[in-house]
């Protein structure tokens, strides 16, 4: 079974530009999460979907993130303006439902000069 | 909210030496998941675990609900399983959202 795919897995922007990450959970999922880790610190979740509707995204700066869950499969994860504070490694994963084991995509490392 | 905190911090053993790992939660919780975080920032699902002892090889975990902690047993410890271990929290109260810990990170010798 194939996992949970992201991409890019690393961006360098400047500060202000806008930048999208995109991850396809693993097929049959219906929870689908986007967390940011900042370096020496854990996961902390941004938003939670099930299936196409937003269950969470109380910690999500939503002035400049955003995302989206299409067909309740792929998601995009969207930043603009991009800020220094936002690099960070961006984790997709998802689980068959909300309190199942997460399985973790490889992430996107994002640097913002 | 919920706090949850890891002992310890830091972890420096020799190969094939054994360790326990620690997680203390502030709050009840209806799940628990501990994970491993490779050096190429991979998180990989050890265990599944809201309560009662799971085994998987070298690993085993230990969940105790009504005291509020879990522990994260590693025996005969392997250089591939350096890394930073976390466990996540599912809250009783509030949203269904996975609190992580603050992380130990493990680093084996050879």
């Known amino acids: 079974e194939a996992g949970v795919a992201q991409s890019p897995r690393y961006k360098i922007i400047e500060k202000r530009q806008s930048v999208a990450f995109w991850c396809n959970p693993i097929?049959?999922?219906?929870?689908l999460y986007w967390y940011q880790q900042i370096l020496g610190q854990g996961p902390k979740l941004l938003i939670q979907?099930?299936?196409?509707?937003?269950?969470?995204d109380s910690q999500l700066p939503k002035d400049r993130f955003s995302a989206e869950r299409l067909k309740g499969v792929d998601s995009t994860l969207k930043i603009q303006p991009a800020k220094l504070e936002d690099s960070a490694v961006y984790l997709c994963?998802?689980?068959?439902?909300?309190?199942?084991?997460?399985?973790f995509g490889p992430g996107t490392r994002l640097t913002v000069l | 909210g919920i706090q949850v905190e890891q002992s310890p911090p830091d972890l420096i053993l020799q190969e094939g030496a054994n360790s326990t790992l620690r997680c203390n939660f502030s709050?009840?919780?209806?799940?628990l998941q501990w994970f491993h975080q490779n050096p190429w920032g991979q998180l990989i699902n050890l265990f599944y675990?809201?309560?009662g002892t799971k085994q998987n090889g070298r690993l085993s975990a230990t969940t105790v609900a009504t005291e509020r902690y879990s522990l994260l047993y590693i025996s005969s410890s392997q250089t591939t399983d350096s890394g930073v271990y976390f466990c996540?929290?599912?809250?009783?109260?509030?949203?269904?959202?996975?609190?992580f810990g603050t992380g130990t990170r493990l680093k084996v010798l050879a």
């Open positions: 097929s049959g999922h219906a929870t």
């Open positions: 979907f099930q299936n196409n509707g937003v269950v969470d």
């Open positions: 996540a929290v599912l809250p009783t109260s509030g949203t269904y959202k996975y609190i």
């Open positions: 675990i809201p309560s």
């Open positions: 709050d009840s919780v209806n799940n």
């Open positions: 994963a998802s689980s068959l439902v909300a309190q199942d084991t997460q399985y």
